[in-house]
């Protein structure tokens, strides 16, 4: 158990261990000298700003990251002009990509007025050898770049850059291993998120993720039950089972296991109140884990299950590997068994060759499912993948169209679906206080839609954070409640 590690007794003088995480822990105690020079210099710790974009996958790492730049001595800040400036990428659409080089003209002008700053960059992105090539021809300002694979390396990269006082660059094309046990820190102290499985071996055609997250790794299921164990100890009442496709979780391991034994495993643990989880992919959501997701008291009433196309001949295309028919044959039995469950989804516009009929062969999915919300993406070409060079690459203002479309249907059913359950009491997560209107308190149901209530003084605000309270909805406003706390 290495969480209470002191890191001031590590023998930096000595040699750096090989194993991991001891490994990283001596790079730790190495790169708190450096923390502790600069507070000599300038009598402040160095602070640092991580940046996320993209997935819960990449938000959970970088609550890992935060954790080791805390031990290491930064002081976490949301300031962009921070000591230390980490961009956390994603690179599923290309939009993600050009935000990163607008984000780096904005700092290489920060860099100048404190030299002493640090640009990090790691992720998805990263782990495309066309962009790290980019970055290290015409971006020599930063100063560390690294993957998805070797995010547990941060404190030996960071070590090895103010050593060499130079760009670093350390990507893996592959991974190798899983390290277990490096240092945990959680945005909110009542929930997180748990890796369960790491990877993507579906390869649908339009997307990178498992050329930039490598071929599907789980985690022992032992592992994973003592770290929410720890997790409920230290105060977490909701966990997020995170991958990309936790319905394969388990089928590479020695002794294989399924996701629905995980969840019950998980369900198990005394003191923890609610379980997510994310993502679910279509094809492998078995009937065990729908009697799992039945039969277990702190399984959410929510599955995000992504549909992408309602045609059956662009789902082929997609590689997808289910039809229109089994998708919604998939959620008749979900619901024959879950009836309360919130479905939402994923939906990409404009993939190649997608026609006006398969377009309406979408909203008649969308219609007939009536998802409590949907993230709605346009079709984004990423080189290397198989769809990048399929014919019939859809004009953009018909995409526009679609999407706009798309769009009203979805909130249409959206609200009405909200509305539906105004005046019910409801279980609520308190999470935080509204950041744009401090009377009000912010949670989540257990379908994860978000409801605000007002509720005296701001000082008893502070009481009902991260506890589950009931609360009376009083009033729909389309994706969210207003209402107001019962007990
Ligand atoms: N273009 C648009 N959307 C994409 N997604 C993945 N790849 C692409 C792409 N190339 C969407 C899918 C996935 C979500 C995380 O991102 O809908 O479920
Ligand atoms: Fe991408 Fe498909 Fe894997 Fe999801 S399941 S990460 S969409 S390849």
């Given at each position: 158990?290495h969480?209470?590690?002191d890191?001031?007794?590590i023998?930096?003088?000595?040699v ?5 995480p001891?490994r ?9 000298q450096y923390?502790?020079?600069f ?6 710790f ?14 959970k ?5 935060a954790a ?5 001595g ?10 230390l ?15 990163i080089?607008?984000?780096?003209g904005?700092?290489?002008k920060k860099k ?8 990090v ?21 930063v100063?560390i ?5 070797n995010?547990?390396?941060l404190?030996?990269?960071?070590y090895e ?25 959680r ?6 998120g748990?890796?369960i499985?790491?990877?993507?071996n579906n ?8 050329y ?8 022992e299921?032992d592992d ?7 997790l409920v ?6 966990v ?5 496709n ?17 969840l ?7 003191g923890?109140k ?5 993502t ?8 065990e884990?729908?009697?799992a ?19 059956s ?19 008749d039995?979900i ?16 993939f190649?060759?997608e026609?006006?009929?398969?377009f ?5 999915v969308?219609?007939?499912v009536r998802?409590?919300s949907?993230?709605?993406f346009?079709?984004?070409?990423r080189f290397?993948?198989?769809a ?6 859809v004009?953009?203002?018909?995409v ?20 539906s ?8 997560l ?5 950041e744009?209107?401090?009377s ?6 257990s379908?994860?839609a978000v409801v605000?209530c ?5 000082s ?5 954070i991260?506890k589950?309270?009931s609360?009376?909805?009083l ?6 409640y207003?209402g107001e706390?019962?007990?």
């Open positions: 158990m969480y209470d590690i890191l001031d007794k023998d930096v003088l000595s750096a261990p090989e194993s991991e001891e990283q822990y001596y790079f730790m105690a190495k790169c708190r923390t502790r020079r507070f000599e210099k300038k009598g402040r160095p602070t640092a700003c991580i940046q996320t974009l993209g997935c819960q996958m990449n938000a790492d970088s609550e890992k990251m080791v730049l805390s031990c290491i930064y002081e976490e800040t949301d300031s962009k002009e921070a000591d400036v980490l961009y956390n990428t994603c690179t599923v659409r290309e939009n993600a990509n050009l935000k080089y607008g984000r780096l904005y700092l290489k100048k007025e404190n030299p002493d700053m640090k640009i960059l790691c992720g998805c992105m990263m782990q495309e050898a066309d962009e790290r090539e980019k970055i290290r021809k015409e971006y020599p300002f100063d770049v690294f993957g998805t694979h995010i547990y390396k404190a030996e990269l960071l850059q103010i050593q060499a006082e130079a760009q670093i660059i350390d990507v893996w094309e592959e991974a190798r291993g899983i390290v277990e046990d490096l240092p945990g820190r945005k909110y102290p009542f929930k997180t748990v890796n499985m790491f990877g993507c390869f649908c055609s339009y997307c990178i993720v498992p930039v997250r490598g071929r599907e790794r789980s985690r299921p994973i039950v003592d770290e929410v164990k720890r100890e230290d105060g977490v009442l909701e997020m089972l995170l991958g990309q936790v319905n394969s979780y388990g089928k590479n391991l020695n002794h294989p296991v399924s996701f629905a034994s995980l019950r495993r998980v369900d198990a643990v005394k923890l609610r379980i997510r989880f994310m679910s992919h279509p094809k492998d959501l078995s009937d884990l729908i009697d997701m039945h039969e277990c008291q702190k399984v959410c009433a929510h599955l995000h299950l992504p549909l992408q196309s309602g045609s001949r662009i789902l082929e295309k997609m590689n997808r590997r289910y039809s229109k028919e089994d998708y919604l044959g998939l959620v039995r619901r024959d068994r879950l009836p309360d469950i919130s479905l939402t989804t994923d939906i990409i516009v404009g190649p060759g026609t006006e009929e398969d309406e062969e979408t909203l008649d969308v219609r007939r998802f409590d949907a993230y709605t346009i079709y984004s070409k290397g993948t198989p990048a060079d399929m014919e019939g690459q004009p953009e203002e018909v526009k169209r679609r999407f706009d479309r798309l769009l009203g249907v979805i909130k249409e059913i959206s609200k009405e679906i909200t509305d359950r105004v005046g019910q009491t409801v279980d609520v308190f999470e935080e206080i509204n744009q209107d401090a009000l308190l912010t949670g989540r149901l379908n994860n605000h007002k509720g005296g003084n701001s008893c605000h502070a009481f009902y991260g589950i309270v609360v009376k909805l009033e729909s406003r389309g994706f969210y207003m706390i019962v007990s």
